[in-house]
Nanobody, 123 residues
Framework: QVQLVESGGGLVQPGGSLRLSCAASGFSLDYYSIGWFRQAPGKQREGVSCISSSDGSTVYTDSVKGRFTITRDNAKSTVYLQMNSLAPADTAVYYC????????????????WGQGTQVTVSS
């Protein structure tokens, strides 16, 4: 049974940092790519970053380039999203999801989703 569980969200002040974790079970990260998405109230779900299964290549949406870093630890079946220099515009529910391979930031490419973790950036 495929399962993704996000953790690490919370309340942080502008300029602060958080590290999100996505713990995967029921499948191997050796063969599946993981993406991070976010959805703010009243907005569409947005692709944030993705890391591929094959060579660890990554992609980021423009608004987080230079601030967010996605990494994976296949031995722990966990993907991380390090988020630095957070701003109020980053406030959203963050989800991780899995796809069969390659990299991409379109939600429709992804098959399984976690339940999400709330990130709130506010002073």
């Amino acid at each position: 049974q495929v399962q993704l569980v996000e953790s690490g969200g919370g309340l942080v002040q502008p300029g602060g940092s958080l590290r999100l974790s996505c713990a995967a079970s029921g499948f191997s990260l050796d063969y599946y790519s993981i993406g991070w998405f976010r959805q703010a109230p009243g907005k569409q779900r947005e692709g944030v970053s993705c890391i591929s299964s094959s060579d660890g290549s990554t992609v980021y949406t423009d608004s987080v380039k230079g601030r967010f870093t996605i990494t994976r630890d296949n031995a722990k079946s966990t993907v991380y999203l390090q988020m630095n220099s957070l701003a109020p515009a980053d406030t959203a529910v963050y989800y991780c999801a899995t796809k069969g391979g390659g990299i991409g930031l379109h939600p429709w490419e992804y098959d399984y989703w976690g339940q999400g973790t709330q990130v709130t950036v506010s002073s």
